[in-house]
């Protein structure tokens, strides 16, 4: 069941974050297709209440998601391209979208207690006359009901978008099968037309007795996806892509591989490459202090045009 408006739900979940009352049981379990999470704190109420939207599979400690945190303290509601802290799901949001907009900590300029990395959608005032609670928007016009309502019918589009990307890989349908092939053979297209890669304009393949063997390049512990030297400085350069794994164990394994190129090879100064389906923001820290070890994101690109 679909509920048309929610600006009475977020003025109620307002209301209640200032309180000790700390059940769900009222609010709506769903919202245009996607399931509704609240909450006001496990045992004593929380600092930050949250209302989150998400889509099937995705839970609010695993995923990604639009969420309403009530920054009680800063008397200001944000509406947020919300990102798990718990644990970090394969997918995240498109850079597209987060591309200039303000992690929390950025919007507040301050360390915040919680949800610091997630990326501001909109941002509101909250306002207070006697029993009411009320939102303003930056140049102090109340907040209406219609632009509420606007605001969030505009970050789930965006959300249906992203799973619907996800849906269409989905290994369960025909399409999906075919998609998720060729992110399989993927390796096997970079190889394929290595020339026409940014790659190759400083990495080059290896070449042994005649025969490629970049590919899969045999090591003690494990093959590494691809194998180059650096055309300038003659250096080996280890590149992984990241399959079904977390940023963690993908560092993890670009580090160990490495680490084996440079005791075997003699190579100091060997670097690495992660080549990644979609921006992570937790591939982004994993790697900041890294700086011998770059990322890149793919895309795959389909299309169809008729023969004449």
Not at 21 to 28: E, V
Not at 88 to 94: K, L, N, S
């Given at each position: 069941?679909?509920?048309?408006?929610l600006?009475n739900?977020?003025?109620?979940f307002?209301?209640?974050?200032?309180?000790?009352?700390?059940?769900?049981?009222s609010?709506?379990?769903?919202?245009?297709?996607?399931?509704?999470?609240?909450?006001?704190?496990?045992?004593?109420?929380a600092?930050?209440?949250?209302?989150?939207?998400?889509?099937?599979?995705?839970?609010?400690s695993?995923?990604?998601?639009?969420?309403?945190?009530?920054?009680k303290?800063?008397?200001?509601?944000?509406?947020?391209?919300g990102?798990?802290?718990?644990?970090?799901?394969?997918t995240t949001?498109?850079?597209?979208?987060i591309?200039?907009?303000?992690?929390?900590?950025e919007?507040?300029?301050?360390?915040?207690?919680?949800?610091?990395?997630?990326?501001?959608f909109?941002?509101?005032?909250?306002?207070?006359?006697?029993?009411?609670y009320?939102?303003?928007?930056?140049?102090?016009e109340?907040?209406?009901?219609?632009?509420?309502?606007?605001?969030?019918?505009?970050?789930l589009?965006?959300?249906?978008?992203?799973?619907?990307k996800?849906?269409?890989?989905h290994?369960?349908?025909?399409?999906?099968?075919g998609?998720f092939?060729?992110?399989?053979?993927?390796?096997?297209?970079?190889?394929?037309?290595?020339d026409?890669?940014?790659?190759?304009?400083?990495?080059?393949?290896?070449?042994?007795?005649?025969?490629?063997?970049?590919?899969?390049?045999?090591?003690a512990?494990?093959?590494?996806?691809?194998?180059?030297k650096?055309r300038n400085?003659?250096?080996?350069?280890?590149?992984?892509?990241?399959?079904?794994?977390?940023?963690d164990?993908?560092?993890?394994?670009?580090?160990?591989?490495?680490?084996?190129?440079?005791?075997?090879?003699?190579?100091p100064?060997?670097r690495?490459?992660i080549?990644?389906?979609?921006?992570?923001?937790?591939?982004?820290?994993?790697?900041?202090?890294t700086?011998?070890?770059?990322?890149?994101t793919?895309?795959?690109?389909?299309?169809?045009?008729?023969?004449t």
């Amino acid at each position: 069941m679909k509920t048309q408006s929610l600006y009475n739900t977020i003025v109620d979940f307002i209301k209640q974050g200032y309180t000790t009352n700390l059940k769900t049981s009222s609010y709506p379990k769903e919202f245009d297709d996607f399931n509704t999470k609240v909450s006001f704190g496990m045992g004593s109420p929380a600092k930050i209440p949250w209302l989150a939207f998400t889509a099937n599979d995705i839970q609010v400690s695993n995923g990604f998601y639009p969420v309403f945190l009530n920054y009680k303290e800063d008397s200001t509601l944000i509406l947020s391209y919300g990102l798990s802290e718990t644990n970090e799901f394969d997918t995240t949001w498109p850079e597209s979208l987060i591309e200039g907009s303000e992690t929390i900590t950025e919007y507040f300029d301050k360390k915040v207690h919680r949800y610091g990395d997630s990326y501001v959608f909109r941002a509101y005032k909250i306002n207070r006359d006697g029993e009411n609670y009320f939102l303003t928007k930056d140049n102090g016009e109340t907040l209406t009901q219609e632009e509420l309502d606007n605001d969030l019918r505009i970050i789930l589009e965006q959300y249906k978008k992203c799973f619907d990307k996800i849906e269409a890989i989905h290994q369960s349908s025909d399409i999906g099968i075919g998609l998720f092939y060729m992110e399989k053979q993927l390796e096997n297209f970079i190889i394929q037309n290595w020339d026409n890669t940014p790659l190759s304009q400083d990495l080059e393949l290896i070449i042994e007795d005649g025969e490629l063997v970049s590919q899969q390049y045999p090591t003690a512990i494990g093959p590494i996806d691809i194998l180059t030297k650096d055309r300038n400085t003659d250096d080996y350069v280890v590149i992984e892509l990241k399959k079904n794994q977390t940023s963690d164990d993908t560092v993890g394994q670009v580090l160990r591989y490495m680490g084996w190129v440079q005791e075997h090879f003699n190579n100091p100064t060997v670097r690495g490459i992660i080549i990644s389906g979609a921006y992570n923001k937790r591939l982004s820290y994993a790697t900041r202090l890294t700086p011998q070890i770059e990322v890149y994101t793919y895309a795959i690109d389909f299309s169809l045009s008729k023969s004449t």
